[in-house]
């Protein structure tokens, strides 16, 4: 499997597991840098990688009401801010490839969405700026032809690259994981990574929005974790129904400290198992 480094972040790490974990959107300073905070202090208890996720921007939204962000520049700002303040990497998504450009000197991972990833001139921007680029897996890819939105941003030179689970259609507003594409997925060498909180997403769901349903968010993160994936990636929230964005699949902030010990503890019985 392609291992590389983020910064001083060496992937997948020393546990085997490393997290993407943060807010859906940047609300504010203060609440970003209150997550931040605390997946600080989980990274450096539990001795796991942690790169902070926040969307600067939210392109895809069911409705034109739902909010998008508090402005892309001020956004950025925080996340830049999140990165000096606690060392720690940090990830946002771009839509196109105009965005590229903007985000690319705040962030460390540039996140392609999943109803992009078939977008070549996207990937191909996001990957020649030579930051790490994590593809979200489409809701309609199987999970084979992942293989080749990874050639494509690796076409540039770029070994940087991850790709990411987050469910699949199954008929109007569900999602169903089949856990055969995690393997899959790792078959192309590239680090495979769990995204939990979407996985449990109901897109479209909530009357212009999109709905959840979180009490399946742990059985699939364990699940995943047992297949051996490389990542996890969770949204976090101080006040998850209080959330602009997504609130019915983001995790509370209080809550995410022992759910990682509980699956990092998992994840030990599986390199257990694969040692002997």
């Known amino acids: 499997m392609q291992k590389f480094t983020i910064g001083s972040l060496e992937l997948p790490g020393p ?3 490393f997290l993407i974990a943060g807010p859906c959107l940047i609300e ?3 609440m970003a840098l209150q997550v931040a905070a605390a997946l600080d202090r ?3 208890e539990e001795h796991v990688p942690v790169i902070f996720k ?3 921007r939210k392109a895809n939204r069911s409705s034109s ?3 998008t962000g508090i402005g892309d520049r001020e956004a950025l700002e925080i ?3 999140v990165r000096e303040t606690f060392g720690m990497p940090v990830l946002t998504d771009v839509h196109e490839t105009g965005e590229v450009e903007l985000a690319a000197p705040y962030v460390d991972v540039l996140q392609i969405p999943a109803f992009l990833c078939r977008q070549t001139d996207l990937l191909v921007a996001a990957a020649s ?3 790490a680029v994590n593809i979200k897996k489409g809701q309609f890819m199987a999970p084979g032809d992942m293989a ?3 050639e494509k941003a690796a076409s540039t030179g770029n070994r940087k690259i991850m790709l990411t689970e987050r469910g699949t259609t199954f008929g109007y507003h569900n999602l169903v994981v089949d856990f055969r594409s995690l393997p899959i997925m790792g078959d192309s060498g590239w680090p495979v990574v769990f995204d939990a909180t979407h996985s449990v997403q109901l897109p479209g769901a909530a009357s212009g929005a999109s709905g959840g349903d979180r009490r399946f968010l742990m059985p699939l993160a364990r699940a995943a974790v047992a297949t051996g994936i490389d990542g996890l990636f969770f949204e976090v929230h101080p006040d998850p129904v209080r959330a602009m964005s997504d609130s019915a699949t983001q995790v509370a902030l209080g809550d995410f400290g022992p759910m990682i010990r509980e699956l990092l503890q998992i994840q030990a019985c599986v390199q257990t198992i694969h040692s002997r």
Do not use: M, N, P, Q
């Open 15 to 17: 546990k085997g597991l």
């Open 28 to 30: 504010s300073r203060d």
């Open 42 to 44: 989980i990274r450096k």
């Open 54 to 56: 926040g969307s600067y």
């Open 65 to 67: 009401a739902s909010f």
């Open 79 to 81: 996340l830049s801010e």
């Open 129 to 131: 700026t030579g930051l």
């Open 148 to 150: 080749y939105a990874a």
